[in-house]
């Protein structure tokens, strides 16, 4: 939240006229150890950030390797997976950052620090809260392995037929290569573009999507996936809610449908909102039916 009143994402490092930051950090992370007879112990490591933090045109695993090296590498005999989980609104950057924590970042085409060197950070405070816990973990009995799907029916955000003549000519102007010519810049450019990009997408429907939400039940521990990328929210409150002992949220499970904001951000504004397909009241449809499934497996 900018002093203005403005809602942007990444307003970058420094920025003076930042307010205050909006939502609320998740810094939980979930383990599970599998032990097997005559074959190496597996992790599996459930936590919540974008793996956004090299960036540009480049390939790579981000930050996830990195979990998973250091964990393999302190640990003999181990495998792990990461899971990453509700991370719509999470990313790696701390606008109140100060020269320490700017090591091994720099700013990019958006104004938004990146770096490979943070990504290695970022994996080995990862792997150090799952090593800080690795060997007090509760013994779970594993009794029944069951799995669900769930359909949600959700409504599109489609425009209002006024705001398609605007879309179209920042677009057009976009992809001409003249984005200097629409009146914004950095992070609040890439926002109305992909505004203008929903709103084009929109134009002419579909009136709803279906999105399908899974579940895996291994005896008291659960895995709940969503097609696309909930905002932290979702997985605390479906969490919170769950009937097992523990909950593990999954984002971009069996699909990539965009963001899914919480009412509030759609109340606010900003990018992941402006942007998602999706009309008001996503995320709290969401938790729901991620709670159906879960009783579904714990009671069925």
Do not use: W
């Not at 597996?42 to 979990?67: E, K, M, T, W």
Request: glycine share 10%; net charge negative.
């Amino acid at each position: 939240r900018m002093k203005s009143g403005k809602i942007l994402t990444n307003p970058g490092v420094g920025n003076p006229d930042i307010l205050c930051p909006i939502g609320e950090a998740d810094e939980s992370v979930r383990l599970v150890r599998i032990r097997r007879e005559n074959a190496h112990e597996i992790l599996i490591v459930n936590f919540q950030v974008h793996p956004d933090v090299i960036g540009g045109c480049r390939i790579s695993a981000d930050y996830p390797r990195f979990v998973r090296e250091t964990l393999e590498n302190a640990l003999p005999g181990v495998k792990t997976i990461y899971f990453n989980g509700t991370c719509g609104d999470m990313n790696h950057v701390n606008v109140n950052a100060d020269k320490v924590d700017m090591i091994g970042l720099e700013k990019q085409f958006d104004d938004v620090a990146r770096g490979y060197e943070h990504s290695k950070h970022m994996g080995r405070v990862i792997a150090g809260a799952v090593l800080a816990v690795y060997s007090k973990v509760e013994e779970q009995e594993c009794d029944k392995v069951s799995y669900g799907q769930l359909n949600l029916e959700h409504p599109s955000n489609r425009p209002d037929p006024s705001q398609i003549p605007l879309a179209e000519k920042y677009l057009e102007l976009h992809n001409a290569g003249r984005d200097d010519e629409i009146p914004f810049k950095g992070m609040e450019l890439t926002t109305v573009i992909a505004e203008a990009a929903r709103i084009k997408k929109l134009e002419h429907g579909p009136d709803s999507f279906t999105l399908y939400i899974s579940g895996v039940r291994v005896g008291n521990i659960a895995f709940i996936g969503f097609p696309g990328e909930p905002f932290n929210k979702v997985g605390r409150l479906t969490r919170e809610r769950s009937p097992f002992n523990m909950t593990l949220t999954c984002c971009l499970t069996n699909g990539s449908e965009g963001y899914f904001p919480t009412q509030e951000a759609y109340d606010e504004g900003g990018y992941e909102a402006k942007s998602s397909k999706f009309k008001p009241g996503v995320a709290e449809a969401l938790v729901d039916a991620g709670i159906k499934l879960l009783n579904k497996l714990k009671y069925s």
